[in-house]
Each structure stands twice: as structure tokens, then as C-alpha cells.
């Protein structure tokens, strides 16, 4: 088999592994175009209440992601995931038998607290060869994004014929399904990948947060959640107050979401083949700005939502798929996993703070305060994004080492570091391997196994 495609090993579990991610986020997603509509059947409820519940899932992720990941290196990856998709059905079927929004809200917290996504990560990891990795995460990566666009269709439909309670059963059956892919379709791994590619140290995490760039790219991720989950707090109510029907909002999100799917593609390519990857990043961010700016204006027709809206989702494509690639390239080579799950923590706490803006703002001040605060975020962001720092795009290595004595580790790492194309060399002892970061334009794999494994 040539290294340079997926053995059958890495093609199961890249497709059973984003099969289970997307089932999971499609039970999350599917909420948020329908909660602010079927709502009136809960006791108690609110804008802030509604914001509250459609968020509180990000809290509980944002908390455990990383601590979830820590058990699954400690117990092993598989009782982890099937662990935490218990907790997550669980979840469900008590927001499925809820009548108030109170324990609609406890439910959402609940399934939140099945943080399994570090855990999944880890196991793909697992999984994989080094050379292979990042095309197993972005077959994963793909499925979470297709996820979204199905969720959108699939909710509102749900929704209409079988309440809100449909949709949570419909999540604790597909957290169900996916129990059934990890324990009969999912490979067992036979070796785990190295730490620095999975699990998050609290060491790490104390450098990484003070990590300017690094930083940067976290408080982006929180920012443009926040403004997703925001906007989803009182977007699908104006749809039905500009004429359409809940059962007829797919008619709006499919189009758009497919649309902006296809023109986010030359946004990729003028990034990458032409270089100008941080132009790009913070045209994308102005753009998210603008879209938000235009709901303002243009929401009271579904002409002008759809328009907006597809401008919105053009930059939101663009970054999702950007930032995690940009967290890989300049985190430390030994501390990607931790710089993933600082990431991915930022990603969920923005789902919860969104909630609860866009429920505070909805039920104090008009619609349109709503739209203002998310285009609001996106100019923060723009600040705090515009001295960035794009690094030159590498590839992550890893090798098995052979050292006599410990003391010979920075010894081996400073002969790694002087080779051509090699921008970063660590080794570790304490695992007996080298992390490489290198320009592959201008490395050479046998001068560096040379050095490595001196006959």
C-alpha cells in the first residue's frame, strides 16, 4: 500500500469515526432552527430561557472536553466515547419528556457533559499514520460540516410533525447508533499515536494560552459560535414573521448553506495558490461583520435574510475550516493536542455565551439589537485578529527514537533542527520520539532517518 493514500485500516475509521461525530452533532444542531419556534409548549418560558437551552450544551462541553480526554489516555478511547454517548442519549430523553424549559435546559446541559470529541480525535489519531492524519480529519471535519446543512433540513421537518420532544428522541436514538459504530464498526487501535497529537497536558495549556497567535485563533473560534448560536436565537422566529412557515424554513437554509459551500471554494484557492492566507482571513471576518450588519436592514424580507445569510455562512464556512489547520501549524509540535483542546473548549464556551446573549438581547430589546451585537463581535474579532501572524505552511513529524541516555535528547534535537527544511525539533525521552516540523518543499526524509538511526 502506498503512504501516500489511506490504508483500509485509516479509511474505516476516518468514515465510521465522522459517521459517529456527525450523528452526535446532528442531535446538536437540529435544535437550533426549531427551539425558538416550539417553544410555547414549555412551562416558563423566555428569550433568555430559550438562549439558555439552546447554549447550555457548549458550557458542559467547554468544561469536560479536555477532562474527557485525559480519561480516555488513562481508560482507553473506546469505553470513553461509549461512555460519554450514553450520557448524551441520556440527556436527550430528558429534554425529550420535559415540560418546562427548565429541564429542557438540564437535558441540553446533560448531553453536553458527553464531551467525546477530544476522545474521537484522539482514537483517529490513533488510528492513523502520521503522514496520513490530517486526511482522516478532514474526512471527519467534512462530515461535521455536512452535519450542519443536513440538521438544518432535517429539525425544522421533525419539528412539525413530532414537536420539539421529536427532535430529542430522534438525537437519543442517533447517539445510540453511533454506540453501535464504535463497538462493531470503529477498528480497535493497536498502538496510540503520541501524546503531543492527542490528549491535552495542563502544563501545555498554561503556555498555550499565553501564546499570542495561538490565542488569537481561540478567542476567534469563541467569537464566531457566539455569533452563530446568536443569531439562531431569534432567526427562525423573523423567518416566520417575514411569511414562512416552519415546516418551509429548509427552503431558506439548504440554498444558502449550498451556496455559500461553492463560494467559499475560491476563497480557499486565492488563500492557499495565492498566498495571501491572512488577507483572506480577515476579508472572511469583515464579511461575517457585514453579513450582520445587512440583517439589520434587510430582515423584514426573506429575500434579504437569504442574502445575508449567505454571506454569513460564505465566511463562517471559510473560517471553521480554516482556524483549526492554523492552530496545527503553529502550535509547538509537541503540544497539538493541547492546542486542540484549548481550541475546541473556546469553540464550545462561544455556543453558551451566544445563547445567553442572544436570549438576554432578544427578551429585553428589539430583533435588531441582536443582529448589531453579533456584527459587533465581528469587529472585536477583526481588531484582535488584524495583527496575526500566518506561519509558513509544515507538516507535523513524529519518529521512534533510539537514545543511549536521556541526556542525549537535546543533543539529537539540535543535529535534527539544522537540517534543510526542518523549522522545529523536539525529542522527548520520556517517549522515546522525535516531533519534526518541517517545509516538505525543502526536506529530506533520509537525511533525517540518518540522523536518527545511525547505522
Known amino acids: 500500500m502506498s503512504n501516500q493514500s489511506l490504508n483500509q485500516i485509516e479509511k474505516r475509521a476516518a468514515f465510521s469515526l465522522a459517521g459517529v461525530f456527525a450523528f452526535r452533532m446532528l442531535g446538536l444542531f437540529m435544535l437550533m432552527p426549531v427551539l425558538a419556534i416550539y417553544s410555547d409548549s414549555f412551562e416558563d418560558v423566555s428569550p433568555l430561557w430559550i438562549g439558555l437551552a439552546i447554549g447550555a450544551y457548549g458550557l458542559t462541553q467547554a468544561l469536560l472536553q479536555i477532562p474527557m480526554g485525559w480519561l480516555s489516555d488513562k481508560y482507553g478511547r473506546k469505553p470513553i466515547i461509549i461512555g460519554g454517548l450514553v450520557v448524551f442519549a441520556v440527556g436527550s430523553v430528558i429534554a425529550a419528556t420535559a415540560e418546562s424549559i427548565y429541564w429542557v435546559t438540564a437535558g441540553r446541559a446533560l ?101 499570542p497567535q495561538l490565542l488569537r485563533l481561540d478567542l476567534g473560534v469563541l467569537m464566531l459560535h457566539l455569533t452563530l448560536t446568536t443569531l439562531f436565537v431569534v432567526l427562525p422566529a423573523k423567518l416566520i414573521d417575514d411569511g414562512l412557515d416552519a415546516q418551509s424554513h429548509w427552503q431558506i437554509y439548504i440554498p444558502v448553506l449550498i451556496l455559500a459551500f461553492v463560494l467559499m471554494a475560491p476563497m480557499m484557492i486565492v488563500a492557499i495558490k495565492k498566498q495571501k492566507e491572512k488577507q483572506v482571513f480577515l476579508g472572511a471576518i469583515a464579511m461575517l461583520s457585514i453579513s450582520t450588519f445587512l440583517l439589520i436592514w434587510l430582515s423584514h424580507s426573506l429575500w434579504g435574510i437569504a442574502l445575508a445569510m449567505t454571506l454569513y455562512f460564505i465566511a463562517f464556512n471559510f473560517l471553521e475550516a480554516t482556524m483549526p489547520a492554523l492552530v496545527s501549524r503553529i502550535s509547538p509540535a509537541t503540544q497539538k493536542g493541547s492546542a486542540m483542546g484549548v481550541f475546541s473548549s473556546g469553540q464550545f464556551l462561544g455556543a453558551f455565551l451566544g445563547g445567553v446573549l442572544g436570549g438576554y438581547l432578544a427578551q429585553n430589546y428589539e430583533t435588531q439589537s441582536v443582529f448589531a451585537a453579533a456584527a459587533g463581535i465581528g469587529v472585536i474579532w477583526l481588531v484582535i485578529a488584524w495583527r496575526m501572524q500566518v506561519p509558513p505552511r509544515s507538516k507535523a513529524l513524529s519518529f521512534v527514537t533510539e537514545l543511549d541516555k536521556p541526556q542525549h535528547a537535546q543533543t539529537l534535537a539540535d543535529k535534527l533542527v539544522t537540517l534543510p527544511g526542518v523549522l522545529e525539533a523536539t525529542v522527548v525521552s520520556e517517549e522515546n520520539r522525535a516531533y519534526l516540523k518541517v517545509d516538505e518543499s525543502k526536506f529530506d526524509l533520509n537525511q533525517a532517518k540518518q540522523i536518527l538511526y545511525p547505522a
Do not use: Y
Open 111 to 211: 448531553q453536553g457533559m458527553g464531551a467525546i470529541a477530544s476522545a474521537l480525535l484522539a482514537l483517529a489519531s490513533d488510528l492513523s499514520r502520521d503522514e496520513q492524519r490530517p486526511k482522516v480529519m478532514a474526512v471527519i471535519g467534512m462530515c461535521i460540516g455536512l452535519s450542519f446543512a443536513v440538521a438544518m433540513l432535517v429539525g425544522p421537518m421533525v419539528a412539525a410533525s413530532f414537536g420539539i420532544a421529536g427532535v430529542f428522541w430522534l438525537t437519543a436514538i442517533l447517539a445510540l447508533v453511533g454506540i453501535l459504530i464504535v463497538l462493531f464498526v470503529v477498528p480497535n487501535a493497536v498502538h496510540k499515536a503520541p501524546k503531543g497529537d492527542t490528549v491535552a497536558s495542563l502544563s501545555d495549556i498554561k503556555n498555550l494560552i499565553k501564546h
